[in-house]
């Protein structure tokens, strides 16, 4: 069935490093976002990222459409960007997302 | 400011009573979605509209229903609430972007505890 694969499910950082999460997902898609939801539960919108790279600071991602997969990098990691990191699949045209089961990212100082 | 709210905030309510989480947009946005999580945990769909009086089920709809008469407005009801029900429920929005993508709008979220 359609599915939406996220890894590492835990990430601990130390203030300063880098690290990369990862989407696989099981079909071709229309449209891929990466969330982040901080630790008062607010969903915040990183990218849109059906495919090719794309960069927003200390934030990038990449998606291989062909491959199925999908990657967020975090540069100079801070303790904000503490959360969990969701990453949301439109499968087919006129459908609502279909989310991952995230990555628990915890940066310690 | 353009945004999307939720309340109540947080609810405490009683087995069997009947609740209804309210959701509104004032963006203009054309969809309107429900997701159930749990603390930390995946996003589950509930029901989604893509209009006024239209609806559609989702993944965990059968123990609710929404209703959609404004564009701006799109409630949950759950006619008899349980345990079970216990959790966060998340309304988003979104519309078709000028880079021709649907960008969604979450809201803070209703923090439901059942007892």
């Known amino acids: 069935g359609i599915q939406v694969e996220q890894s590492p499910p835990d990430l601990i950082l130390q203030e300063g490093a880098n690290s990369t999460l990862r989407c696989n997902f099981s079909?071709?898609?229309?449209?891929l976002q990466w969330f982040h939801q901080n630790p008062w539960g607010q969903l915040i919108n990183l990218f849109y990222i059906p495919s090719g790279t794309k960069q927003n600071g200390r934030l990038s991602a990449t998606t291989v459409a062909t491959e199925r997969y999908s990657l967020l990098y975090i540069s100079s990691s801070q303790t904000t960007d503490s959360g969990v990191y969701f990453c949301?699949?439109?499968?087919?045209?006129?459908?609502?997302?279909?989310f991952g089961k995230g990555t628990r990212l915890s940066v310690i100082a | 400011e353009a945004d999307i709210y939720q309340t109540p905030r947080y609810l405490v309510i009683g087995t069997g009573k009947k609740i209804t989480l309210e959701c509104s947009q004032t963006m203009g946005h054309d969809k309107m979605y429900w997701y159930q999580q749990d603390p930390g945990m995946e996003l589950h769909l509930i029901h989604y509209?893509?209009?006024?009086?239209?609806?559609e089920k989702g993944d965990l709809s059968s123990e609710s229903t929404v209703s959609r008469i404004r564009t701006e407005h799109f409630p949950l009801t759950l006619e008899s609430a349980r345990p079970s029900h216990t959790s966060q429920y998340l309304c988003?929005?979104?519309?078709?972007?000028?880079?021709?993508?649907?960008?969604?709008?979450f809201g803070s979220g209703t923090r439901l505890t059942v007892v």
């Open positions: 509209s893509y209009g006024v009086n239209s609806t």
């Open positions: 988003a929005s979104s519309s078709l972007s000028g880079q021709g993508h649907y960008g969604y709008t």
């Open positions: 949301a699949v439109e499968f087919s045209g006129n459908t609502p997302l279909v």
């Open positions: 079909d071709s898609v229309n449209n």
